[in-house]
């Protein structure tokens, strides 16, 4: 496993008046600058449609290389200006799970899908085996390995998905609403996942309403309309969002009531 044990002082990424318009669309991002230290883990929060998703869209490079559209200003990833840089090259080094896995799922087997990357960039056989035991056990998924990732269900998925983007090691990890879809067993796996890979080191970005679900956060960033409202080190306050949840009722983001309020 690579090492990921930059001080806190190194800058993981680096966004500079970032704004972003799909294709054919106006902009929903607008003006965005911040920083992500190395080793810091950042909740990204705001009403459904305020611009987290897009956002992490920018930052993993997708958009606009994949998904086209218009994007001004820079995101710097460990000092370089990914700008340049092939989707190829920016998969090992900042992972992005997506908010639905089944965009993610390419292959027949839970154990293929974890090596499909992997094999992608030439890794030998060996070294394959060792990252798919490790991620395997890392989710306590190994009894999902020989199962068709269709066949599996929602919060399975989501276990899957992440454990196939961190077997490219990543050195930044993007988590799109990781706590959707599972049960308290499963939020219990991705919880531990996550201080797992924070005692590692990894830089996560977590898009997040359940406030209640994020107290491992270092800083939180609050978008609102497509811009950056606030960045702080504490929840802020609890906000309405107006996406129903599976049940159709409306989701209230919990603060920890282990921290205090702004």
Do not use: W
């Not at 080094?93 to 960039?121: H, K, S, W, Y």
């Amino acid at each position: 496993m690579r090492a990921h044990h930059e001080a806190r002082t190194a800058t993981a990424l680096r966004v500079c008046d970032l704004s972003y318009a799909y294709p054919g669309g106006e902009f929903v991002l607008r003006d965005i600058s911040c920083s992500i230290a190395a080793g810091e883990s950042v909740v990204l929060v705001g009403l459904s449609g305020c611009g987290k998703t897009t956002l992490c869209h920018c930052l993993s490079g997708l958009a606009p290389k994949a998904l086209g559209g218009t994007l001004r200003g820079t995101v710097f990833l460990a000092g370089e200006d990914i700008a340049p840089l092939p989707l190829s090259r920016l998969a090992s080094r900042i992972g992005f799970v997506f908010q639905d896995p089944d965009n993610q799922m390419v292959t027949t087997t839970v154990e293929d899908e974890i090596a499909f990357a992997p094999e992608n960039l030439a890794m030998s056989p060996a070294e394959i085996r060792v990252r798919v035991s490790r991620e395997l056990e890392r989710f306590g998924i190994a009894h999902l390995a020989p199962r068709a990732p269709n066949s599996l269900s929602g919060g399975e998925k989501r276990l899957v998905a992440m454990a196939a983007v961190l077997a490219l090691d990543p050195s930044v990890l993007i988590l799109d609403e990781p706590f959707t879809h599972l049960d308290e067993r499963g939020r219990v796996r991705i919880r531990e996942a996550i201080a797992d890979m924070q005692r590692e080191g990894r830089t996560l970005i977590v898009v997040e309403h359940d406030l209640s679900l994020t107290d491992f956060a270092h800083r939180y960033l609050l978008l609102a309309k497509g811009r950056l409202a606030s960045d702080t080190t504490m929840p802020p306050p609890a906000f309405l969002d107006p996406e129903p949840d599976a049940a159709g009722n409306t989701r209230v983001a919990q603060c920890s009531p282990a921290r205090t309020l702004l």
